[in-house]
């Protein structure tokens, strides 16, 4: 599944991730050791510091996590906050760019330990797909798109000024790793 992908992705290979929530410590630990491969990651996640969710857990915490463990790594991660109004940016979407062909995972999982580890039932659809293909094009398009802005005000830059306190940090891995949680 998702978290194998990013565990096999290699140097040259880049990852578009957009997600509600991104929690999962297995993903996050992923994701830090792909960039020590020299993958590249775009990343727009739900904006929960302006949402219903107190201090920013689990999006800005794992975020800043990610960012912090991989700066020294040839990877570079980019990440974005969805510019949420009232409404909650809801994606949940992966798209693995091989040289040759794109791996794309969409459906109703959130990155976190109760939708990718079965404690929720939770549908996801793989499509492998050639670059020249109308699938490919569309769903790149679409994070494009929301990344760049293009139509619309949809994304704003990253933070790192604003970190959290060491506090949300350890509520934030007691409660993924407990599954004591609503995400």
Do not use: C
């Not at 929960?48 to 463990?69: C, F, R």
């Amino acid at each position: 599944g998702v978290t194998d992908e990013i565990k096999n992705s290699v140097f040259g290979d880049k990852i578009l991730i957009a997600q509600f929530y991104l929690a999962d410590r297995i993903v996050v630990r992923e994701i830090i050791k792909a960039t020590k491969r020299g993958v590249n990651f775009d990343i727009i996640l739900n904006n929960s510091i302006t949402s219903n969710q107190s201090g920013g857990i689990p999006n800005k915490t794992a975020a800043n996590e990610i960012l912090d463990k991989s700066r020294k790594n040839p990877g570079i991660i980019t990440l974005r906050w969805y510019n949420n109004g009232e409404e909650q940016f809801h994606t949940k979407l992966m798209l693995v760019k091989k040289p040759d062909y794109l791996i794309a995972f969409g459906g109703s999982g959130n990155f976190t330990r109760h939708n990718l580890r079965d404690f929720n039932l939770e549908s996801e659809l793989k499509v492998t797909a050639p670059y020249n293909s109308d699938f490919s094009n569309e769903v790149l398009d679409y994070f494009d798109r929301i990344w760049t802005n293009r139509d619309g005000d949809f994304t704003l830059d990253y933070d790192m000024a604003k970190k959290d306190a060491g506090f949300n940090n350890f509520l934030y891995k007691f409660i993924e790793k407990s599954g004591f949680s609503a995400f």
